[in-house]
């Protein structure tokens, strides 16, 4: 039976994410808390891990939330279902290519769908960067300033500044991560 | 024909062994493989496949890896060179995942993941602030793009039960009526 959900599960995140891996993050956030498969720092720590290893994040966050929920068969279910959307339109497409991308309807429907999926992608990346350096936050009370994540996140922020800037070379996702792990254990301790 | 399918699949597993950093950094990659060094597709072609890819659902580098594997050899290639740039992936993830308990034990890495934290938040952020700033400013963009982002933090706030899903197919909704008539807007 989980096995179908994670099947079903990927297959609908596959079918709805629209502009990159990132896009769909605020999905699988959603469907990973509505199934009570992983809790927030759980699921930040797999997107850090997938951010930092090879190939498309997508893939990658599938794999490993079906692995976590039912091992090596849950990981299969969850990565077919997760590419099946994909593979089956662009077969479909590949027959008319020129066609679908002129037609108008198509078009009309994309500019639709561009801000919202920005939007949406902006404000999970605000609740999650809240969550990190607010203790308790969304909860009623208790809120209170985490000044450590601040701090790495302080430097972090700095680094990428002068790093872009001054060197004028593209801060890598994996050079943040990198980073941002030192920072970790620079601030925690070891 | 076999040599071609084997060749789809080793092109497109290498790709998916050395793309890091997501869709949009696999492009570069894809090109030099698949059209430069291979000429299996022209590179105009090609770019007209990352706007296609762009534009429907899924990861980028999957629509182009069965793309291009279908024009090359139907779809015995298509499903070549999709499984190869989805392998490495899945090995690498399944393998993590085996170690991840016993990894995460650790104090030093546990510590170590409270960083890395912070670094995923500025990326997911990063990617949306890119992608509102290439949005064309319009009122109906600088709406929909606020509504949609105030009803995601109202489902993780408020603990919403509604589904996100509904907001692509609102924005899609809404394109079509506004645009869909023509050339106006």
Redesign the interface.
Known sequence: MTLLVLFVTFFKIGLFTFGGGYGMIPLIQQEVFAHGWLDAETLFRYIGICESTPGPIAVNMATFIGASQAGLPGSLCATVGVVLPSFVIILLIAAVMKSFRENRFVKAALRGIKPVVAGMIAATGLYIALKCVIVNFGALSGMSPDLKQIGIAAALGLSALIWTKALRRPFSPILLILLSAALGVAVYGI | MRRRIVELFAAFFKI?????????A?ISLIEDEVARRRGWIGEEELT?VF?????????????CA??VG??QAG?AG?VAA?LG??L???I???V???F?DRF?AL??IA???????????????????R??R??PVSA???V??????????A???LGW?F???W??V???????????G??RA
């Open positions: 998916g062994l050395f793309t890091f950093g997501g869709g949009y696999m007209e706007a296609v890819a762009e534009s429907t659902p899924g990861p980028i580098a999957i629509n069965t793309y279908y024009r779809l298509g999709t740039v989805v490495p992936s899945f690498i993830i399944y993590i995942s085996l991840l995460m104090t030093v510590n170590a993941f409270r960083g890395i934290q912070v670094a995923v938040a500025f990326l997911i952020l990063r990617a949306g602030v992608l509102i290439r949005l109906v963009n600088i929909a793009c606020a509504l949609a982002a105030a009803a995601v933090m489902v993780n706030l039960r589904s996100t899903i907001l692509i609102c924005g899609a909704a809404l394109g079509l009526a506004l645009y869909g023509g050339d």
